[in-house]
C-alpha cells in the first residue's frame, strides 16, 4: 500500500516536472520569436528612417541644384555684358595712347623735314610722315586700314589728308598741317611759331553693341565711332 502511493506520487511529480519543462521550453520560444520580431521591426524602422534621411538629401540636393542654375542664368548675361564692356573700353584706351604716340612721332618727324617742297602738287616730305604714322601702327599691331597705299588729297593751305577706305569698319583720316601757326611768348614777347600738326582720326569697331541686349532688350549703341588724336611740333626748317 506505502509503495502504491509512493509510486503515484513519483508518478504525478514527474508529470508535473514534465508539464514545467514543456512550459519552459513554451517560454524561450515564445521569448525568442517576440526578441526576432522586435529586432526585425527596429530594423525595419532604422531602414525607413535612413531611406528617409536620403530621400530628403536627395530632395534637398535637387532644391540646391535648382537655385544654383537659376542664379546662373540670371547672373550670366550680366557676366558676358560685364566682361565684353572691359574688353571693348580697355582695347579702345589701348588704342587712345597708341594712336596718341603715332601722331606724336609723326608730327616729330615732320616738323624737321624740309619746307621748300610744299608748294609742290604731292610733298615728298608729308608723304614721309604719312609712312612714319603707317610704321608706328603697324609696330603697335594695329590695323593701318590700308593707310600705306591710301591716296594724298589737298585740304585747306599747307594741310593734304589721307582717307582710307580699306579693311577697317570706318574710314581712317590722316590729317597733316605743316603751317599751322602756334603764338607763344618768348622773353616778353609774342612770337608766331609755324608749326606741324598731325591728326588721326581711327574708326573703332565697338561690341558691346552685340550683349547690351541680352539684359536691355531693343537697346541699340553705335557700332563704330571715331578715336580722334592730334600732336604739334615746332617746325625746324
Known amino acids: ?9 513519483l ?14 521550453r513554451n517560454l524561450e520560444r515564445f521569448a525568442f520569436g517576440w526578441r526576432s520580431a522586435f529586432n526585425a521591426a527596429i530594423y525595419a524602422l532604422q531602414s525607413a528612417k535612413a531611406s528617409a534621411t536620403e530621400e530628403i538629401k536627395a530632395h534637398l540636393l535637387r532644391e540646391t541644384e535648382a537655385a544654383a542654375l537659376i542664379e546662373f542664368a540670371v547672373a550670366l548675361p550680366l557676366l558676358v555684358v560685364l566682361v565684353v564692356g572691359i574688353f571693348d573700353f580697355g582695347g579702345a584706351f589701348n588704342l587712345k ?14 616738323a624737321s623735314q624740309p619746307s621748300n617742297d610744299l608748294l609742290l602738287g604731292n610733298p615728298p616730305s ?14 603697335a599691331k594695329i590695323n593701318d586700314c590700308g593707310l600705306n597705299s591710301a591716296a594724298q588729297a589737298p585740304g585747306a593751305p599747307l594741310t593734304w589728308l589721307y582717307t582710307t577706305t580699306g579693311t577697317c569698319a570706318g574710314a581712317l583720316v ?3 598741317s605743316r603751317g599751322v601757326s602756334v603764338q607763344t611768348t618768348v622773353s616778353g614777347a609774342t612770337v ?31 557700332g563704330v565711332s571715331q578715336i580722334p588724336t592730334d600732336a604739334t611740333a615746332i617746325n625746324m626748317d
Open 192 to 222: 608766331i611759331m609755324p608749326c606741324t600738326t598731325v591728326q588721326v582720326s581711327y574708326p573703332y569697331q565697338w561690341h558691346f553693341n552685340n550683349v547690351i541686349q541680352l539684359i536691355v532688350p531693343g537697346a541699340s549703341y553705335a
Open 11 to 24: 508518478s504525478s511529480r514527474a508529470k508535473r516536472g514534465t508539464s514545467v519543462l514543456l512550459i519552459g
Open 97 to 110: 595712347q597708341e594712336l596718341n604716340n603715332a601722331a606724336r612721332e609723326g608730327a616729330r618727324f615732320g
Open 174 to 176: 590722316l590729317t597733316i
Open 1 to 9: 500500500m506505502f509503495r502504491e502511493n509512493e509510486s503515484l506520487l
Open 126 to 139: 608729308v608723304d614721309a610722315v604719312r609712312y612714319v604714322v603707317d610704321a608706328y601702327l603697324l609696330k
